[in-house]
């Protein structure tokens, strides 16, 4: 999956898809990588800084004023699907926060 610049994962409610996402984001951090892990529906209503964990904001800032590139995961189309939430509502909010990134 970390092979493309875009991929989408599918599968059905409690397979370890968010525990997966979490521990690779955490993996590539660790590795000197620069990822993020969002939850959509926080990332369609409060955009990205807002749906990041405290410390992640810092290394947001710190991926900003640099010029790599980073890996972002998003996770629950379904939830956020429960309450209103687009998926292109999210990726726009993202594409506003990293533009330049």
Same mark, same amino acid.
């Given at each position: ?5 875009? =991929?989408?994962?599918?599968?059905? #409610? ?9 521990? *690779? #984001?955490? $993996?590539?951090?660790?590795?000197? &990588?620069? /990822? %993020? %892990?969002?939850?959509?529906? /926080? !990332? =369609?209503?409060?955009? !990205?800084?807002? &749906?990041?964990? $405290?410390?992640?904001? =810092? ?5 900003? #004023? &640099?010029?790599?590139?980073? $890996? %972002? %995961? ?8 429960? *309450? *209103?939430?687009?998926?292109?509502? =999210?990726? $726009?909010?993202? *594409? ?6």
């Amino acid at each position: 999956v970390l092979e493309n610049r875009h =991929a989408v994962v599918l599968g059905e #409610a409690g397979t370890g898809k968010t525990t997966e996402f979490r521990r *690779q #984001a955490e $993996v590539l951090r660790s590795s000197g &990588s620069i /990822a %993020f %892990f969002s939850e959509l529906v /926080a !990332l =369609a209503r409060d955009g !990205l800084r807002e &749906s990041l964990l $405290v410390d992640e904001e =810092a290394r947001l800032d710190v991926w900003r #004023a &640099s010029d790599e590139e980073a $890996v %972002f %995961f998003l996770d629950s189309l379904d939830e956020a699907k429960l *309450q *209103q939430r687009t998926l292109r509502e =999210a990726l $726009v909010k993202l *594409q506003r926060e990293v533009r330049g990134g």
